[in-house]
């Protein structure tokens, strides 16, 4: 879980210096087909804030669990 979080933190640090050398302007297409076309800063934060709500989600099990 250490290495998975560090991982995550590494990613977030390589979006913030990519907003500083504006990725925000170019569009990529998603994986999903040419109908969603994202910024690419979206797309890079996008699989960021997928894992931070599942992190949000195990804190909640572990506490309704009482751990």
């Known amino acids: 879980m ?3 979080e560090k991982m995550l933190r590494g990613m977030l640090q390589l979006l913030n210096e990519a907003k500083e050398k504006g990725i925000e302007g170019e569009k990529i297409t998603s994986t999903l087909g040419p109908i969603l076309r994202f910024k690419a800063g979206d797309a890079f934060a996008f699989p960021i804030a997928h894992q931070e709500r599942h992190w949000l989600q195990i ?9």
């Open 2 to 4: 250490d290495e998975f």
């Open 59 to 67: 804190e909640r099990t572990l506490k309704e669990l009482g751990q």
